[in-house]
């Protein structure tokens, strides 16, 4: 009865123990190091996520089936720790060359004239944050519904289990789109390093606990975050299941869209494409898929 007691205790504290810890834990780290070493804050608080994180998926398992290898490891520990970041990158160096001129304007114009840096880092990181959701849960969407995206778009949702480690598994194509989205409000708007550390740092926890195989409860929190409660169906293999809960970070613009769903006692059957196309594990493979198809 008490491992009853004690498992039911960590569903409910799992998810909020995570994300607040890691945002302490930023708060902590930017107080006291130097500037010139903010850039390893996301990868200290990663790899801390990354332990709890195993530790969470082998003792308290969504589905235990997803627990096992399908020959997707390998593939999926390249696409999260070298694939997506590169795209990443990419996509943060690519914005000011192929947007030189509007971001001029957004900086002279938005930014000096909207953007409210007079107040607290806080209020920054939240608007920062609403606006690059926005603008992610929109070309996510459209990536749903457009056949050509679709290609691309589709080797994430090929995958026949959902865990953390296939948190990176992107085209490279898709991952750059949905960066050059998510960080187009960073690059134009005079974001403060400390938000833009914070946003990164808050993007690697939940992204990873939005595929986490652990059997945790958010409760009202999945009205603010996108839980993996409400991610498991967006990689539902049917489709009027699948074309949901299109946030990263956030939920909220799906409840403001329409887009939010979370049925209550029901579990995710099974995940992969809809029309039963299999997404092959090779790397190779994966990155020629959207050619083939």
Not at 57 to 77: A, M, R, S
Request: glycine share 6%; proline share 5%; hydrophobic share 45%.
């Amino acid at each position: 009865m008490k491992n009853i007691s004690l498992l039911g205790i960590i569903r409910w504290i799992y998810y909020p123990l995570l994300v607040l810890g890691s945002m302490v834990l930023f708060i902590i780290l930017i107080d006291l190091m130097p500037r010139k070493y903010f850039l390893s804050i996301p990868l200290i608080i990663n790899a801390l996520v990354i332990v709890l994180l195993l530790l969470g998926e082998n003792v308290l398992p969504y589905k235990q089936e997803w627990q096992e290898e399908k020959g997707d490891l390998k593939t999926d520990l390249f696409q999260t720790f070298i694939g997506l970041p590169l795209a990443s990158k990419l996509a943060e160096y690519s914005l000011p060359l192929l947007l030189y001129f509007p971001i001029m304007w957004g900086k002279e114009k938005l930014a000096l004239d909207t953007w409210p840096d007079g107040t607290s880092l806080f209020l920054q990181f939240v608007v920062i944050l609403l606006i690059s959701e926005f603008l992610y849960y929109w070309i996510h969407r459209f990536s749903h519904h457009n056949p050509f995206l679709w290609r691309f778009h589709a080797v994430h949702h090929g995958a026949e289990r959902v865990y953390w480690l296939n948190s990176g598994r992107f085209h490279f194509v898709d991952a750059l789109l949905d960066n050059l989205f998510y960080l187009l409000p960073l690059i134009i708007l005079p974001c403060p390093e400390e938000v833009l550390i914070g946003i990164l740092s808050l993007n690697l926890v939940t992204g990873y606990l939005e595929h986490a195989n652990v059997d945790f409860r958010t409760g009202i929190l999945k009205r603010i975050f996108n839980t993996a409660e409400l991610h498991r169906w967006h990689h539902s293999d049917k489709m009027e299941e699948g074309n949901t809960n299109f946030g990263k970070v956030l939920s909220i613009w799906d409840q403001v869209f329409g887009t939010y769903y979370c049925p209550e006692g029901k579990k995710v059957e099974k995940v992969g494409l809809s029309d039963g196309k299999k997404v092959p594990n090779d790397l190779w493979k994966q990155i020629t898929y959207p050619f083939e198809s």
